[in-house]
């Protein structure tokens, strides 16, 4: 079924979950929940969208009835860490290519596919600070890339020559939507026909447009100094199925791995005597386990051993 005109801002997300169906089914779930959100926003009381969002919400019932075991999908702190892990892993693919002058159309795609990927974590709530200054260093390098290569001219890698207006034509607009929960029944978060589609944004899960992410450009904000989450590395292999360096086609490259050291002091790891956990550490704590099986999942030892470590060393001494 075609996408109507008025959704196209989700056309690049539903792509996204299109390519992604058999490779990592969890991706395609999250981006089309990500898409119907949006699209019920958009428009969703003319007849061709309101057919095309009932379709996708049957999309998400099948899939979700499907994938009823996986963890990712019944519980959203374990969906949050698999889909953050892998546009973070795009991210840093596509950020190494980039700073070793290795511009081709495979990195400008995990680029963009990772600011696509940062637009759909807002599905679980307010986007961090960090990720919303990879989302928009991410689009605008996805564009500027693109367009040089278009035109002949060789990219500066790394923010240098970041211009006010290169996120134009890649920009995706931004709304202040409604929040839907995944853990009902698609079809009941339908509005009916007869009711006001001019609404004002309901309470819940916003998409308001980042200042400054569209024509007017990027926030001045200082690119150099991007802080990768900690334990986030670059993928040996990302699900980009990535070209063997120039010169070196049809030979199989083994992915190097280097495993970091396991701390000795937590090995036998104990509690400390007098060691008083608040309820933030027991959530950070639990993130890191969710990071780390989720990187277990690209078969990422290296990223599973240090945010594993990490909760340990928090949970038996509560400190970081």
């Not at 089309?32 to 379709?55: H, I, N, W």
């Not at 889909?83 to 950020?95: G, R, S, T, V, W």
């Not at 986007?127 to 500027?144: F, G, M, P």
């Not at 992915?255 to 790891?269: E, K, M």
Request: net charge negative; glycine share 8%; with cysteine.
């Amino acid at each position: 079924m075609a996408l109507p005109a008025q959704l196209r801002a989700i056309q690049h997300h539903l792509r996204t979950a299109q390519e992604h169906e058999k490779r990592d089914p969890v991706v395609t779930y999250y981006c089309r929940l990500y898409a119907m959100q949006t699209g019920m926003k958009l428009d969703s009381k003319t007849p061709e969208c309101r057919k095309f969002l009932v379709k996708l919400m049957d999309q998400l019932e099948t899939m979700k009835k499907e994938l009823n075991e996986n963890d990712s999908i019944t519980q959203e702190v374990v969906g949050n860490a698999h889909i953050e892990n892998y546009a973070l892993k795009l991210f840093l693919y596509a950020d190494n290519e980039d700073r070793a002058e290795r511009f081709h159309k495979n990195m400008i795609k995990s680029f963009y596919t990772s600011s696509l990927l940062m637009d759909v974590l807002s599905v679980f709530g307010e986007l961090s600070d960090e990720n919303i200054q990879h989302r928009k260093y991410a689009r605008w390098k996805a564009t500027y890339i693109h367009n040089c290569l278009k035109n002949g001219e060789t990219p500066q890698s790394g923010p240098i020559g970041m211009d006010e207006d290169e996120e134009a034509d890649f920009g995706v607009e931004g709304f202040s939507g409604q929040s839907f929960s995944h853990g009902g029944s698609f079809r009941a978060d339908l509005p009916s026909q007869n009711q006001n589609q001019d609404q004002g944004p309901a309470p819940g899960i916003g998409f308001a447009q980042d200042p400054g992410s569209g024509p007017t450009g990027p926030p001045a904000s200082n690119y150099n100094n991007i802080q990768i989450p900690p334990g986030a590395h670059a993928p040996a292999n990302t699900p980009a199925e990535l070209p063997p360096p120039s010169g070196e086609a049809g030979k199989a490259i083994p992915a190097a791995r280097s495993v970091p050291a396991v701390d000795p002091s937590l090995l036998n790891a104990k509690q400390q005597g007098g060691v008083q956990l608040s309820p933030e550490d027991f959530t950070k704590a639990q993130k890191y386990c969710k990071y780390a099986g989720s990187a277990l999942q690209y078969e990422d030892v290296s990223t599973a051993i240090q945010n594993l470590q990490k909760a340990l060393k928090l949970l038996t001494t509560g400190k970081e």
